[in-house]
């Protein structure tokens, strides 16, 4: 069985930094797809950054040049490194977990909540 859990979130200053941990277990992490998605109150969730397989990795927009997705094989855990953080980027973050085609379910961390305010 699958498991994902996530850490990390919690309260910072507007511009201050926070790093989500997602662990995961039951799957052979490094064929999966990563990726962190976020959810503010009376929004629909969206992506915030992917890593592949072969590690190479994707964020949004709205986070390029302050966020950073990484992965620790070794862990079986992916990253999301975030700095410059914004008020806006008060959300739930969720980890998710995609497997290759025919692999099998996606997966879906707890989420944990990060609020920036002052």
């Known amino acids: 069985q699958v498991q994902l859990v996530e850490s990390g979130g919690g309260l910072v200053q507007p511009g201050g930094s926070l790093k989500l941990s997602c662990a995961a277990s039951g799957t052979i992490f490094s064929v999966n797809t990563m990726g962190w998605f976020r959810q503010a109150p009376g929004k629909q969730r969206e992506l915030v950054a992917v890593i592949n397989s072969s590690g190479e990795t994707n964020v949004a927009e709205s986070v390029k040049g302050r966020f950073t997705i990484s992965r620790d094989i070794a862990k079986s855990t992916v990253y999301l490194q975030m700095n410059s953080l914004k008020p806006e980027d008060t959300a739930v973050y969720y980890c998710?977990?995609?497997?290759?085609?025919?692999?099998?379910?996606?997966?879906w961390g707890q989420g944990t909540q990060v609020t920036v305010s002052s």
């Open positions: 998710n977990l995609t497997p290759p085609p025919c692999w099998g379910a996606v997966y």
